[in-house]
């Protein structure tokens, strides 16, 4: 079973609305947790990072969230633009050093329209 | 700053020929180093990690190998590849210290 699961796998909303996706993650200890954004056939560039302690932390119209007791987070978009169209990944840093080390969702897949 | 750099950006190969893509690190010493595919609609499968020059784990078995021959470099190679090898190809990096992984722009590899 994959350590990491987000949903919706996909969504589309229409440009200005906005819109939520869930990460839930069954690691525990982890260091950190990250919501990545992956445009089509780029690498996934970190949009924010949160440590096991944090609840929330915003990167302009991303704001995403954690819950330590119920092993899950969210990432919310706010008036979402058409360049937000991309897939958006939740990754798990594990705190043990040297092994497998992050364990990534499969990724939520957002598409804007006008 | 650190920068990720990986090339080639897109490439196409025949069925049988053989692989080499390259990934380098700048900015940063020891990184965790990390290969990754991505086939299309699926999330990222770890293929290989290293964690030191020369030293290789590798995650799934496949027609793939990867070396480290420097503490920044990292390369993926096949000796002949297979259809199923087309697909999106990450590099990644990341220091000891559990912060995430910084990823390099991918290399859309179709074997045909």
């Known amino acids: 079973k994959n350590q990491v699961e987000q949903s919706p796998q996909s969504l589309i909303i229409l440009e200005g609305k906005n819109c939520t996706l869930q990460?839930?993650?069954?690691?525990?200890?982890?260091?950190?947790l990250r919501w990545y954004k992956q445009d089509t056939g780029r690498g996934p560039v970190s949009l924010t990072i949160m440590t096991f302690s944090e609840n929330t932390k915003s990167n302009g119209r991303y704001t995403a969230t954690l819950d330590a007791d119920t092993k899950q987070s969210s990432l919310h978009i706010t008036a979402s633009q058409l360049s937000d169209s991309a897939s958006y990944i939740c990754v798990v840093s594990l705190p043990y050093y040297g092994n497998n080390r992050l364990a990534f969702g499969k990724g939520n897949q957002v598409v804007v329209i006008p | 700053s650190q920068t990720i750099h990986q090339w080639p950006a897109t490439l196409v190969q025949p069925v049988g020929s053989p692989l080499s893509l390259e990934c380098t690190v700048e900015g940063t010493s020891n990184p965790n180093l990390y290969w990754y595919r991505q086939a299309a609609g699926r999330g990222l499968q770890l293929l290989f990690y290293?964690?030191?020059?020369?030293?290789i784990s590798s995650e799934v078995p496949q027609n793939l190998s990867a070396s480290r021959p420097q503490d920044r470099q990292f390369i993926l190679s096949s000796k002949k590849l297979l259809l199923s090898d087309s697909g999106f190809y990450l590099c990644?990096?990341?220091?000891?210290?559990?912060?995430?992984?910084?990823f390099g722009q991918g290399t859309r590899l179709t074997v045909v």
């Open positions: 290293s964690v030191g020059i020369g030293q």
């Open positions: 990644a990096w990341s220091l000891g210290t559990g912060d995430g992984a910084f």
């Open positions: 990460c839930n993650y069954t690691v525990s200890p982890f260091s950190n």
